[in-house]
């Protein structure tokens, strides 16, 4: 039987063997270069993905108990909790927009939502939760990146008989998804970065393999 979830899963899968191939062979020299002051380099921006995950994957693992436990699968988190921004607007400002970006979502289509987090159309400002850290060894980081998607696997697979499109996650700015659309956002994201690194591994000054 093909669970409901399977298609968005298989995109996720994809996407992160493209992460891995991209990021397979760099040297620790390599990841840890920086095309510029306060850019992230090849290893940070592998580190942020894997802390992306764990945070979606601990939103469905909530929203699943929530389910298994009768009550209403639907978490709410503000600014205070994740606090991304778009564009330039200053972080200290978004409690202030939580309204109006709720608001602004509520006419904004999924797929709209999508092509925003895909490609690199307007600045992103990441949330602390997902600051990445600087100088992970690249063998821990694709081990960890092979790890987590299985964790994500596993997790749903524990769980096949759930309704995931009832479960739904808000936030002002990312809208309200339910969990087959957190999968898409997940590997759309995914997408966005490994852009991102595709640019560092063509920087002029990137080390060229030994």
Known sequence: MIMMYESNLNLFRSVRAETLRISQG???AQLDFTPASGKWG???VLDHLLLAEKLYRELIGQLIDLTKAGRAPLIDKGFEDVNTSVMFIPQALLPYLAA???VFNMFVPSFVREAMTQFRLMPAQVPDIAIPRKGRPGAELRDELRASI???E???AANPT???KKMRYRHPLMGDNNVLQVLRILAFHEQRHQSQLNDILRSRAFPRAA
């Open 26 to 28: 760099l040297s620790q």
């Open 150 to 152: 299985a964790a994500t």
């Open 42 to 44: 090849a290893g940070e």
């Open 154 to 156: 596993a997790l749903l």
């Open 162 to 164: 759930l309704d995931y």
């Open 100 to 102: 109006p970006f709720t």
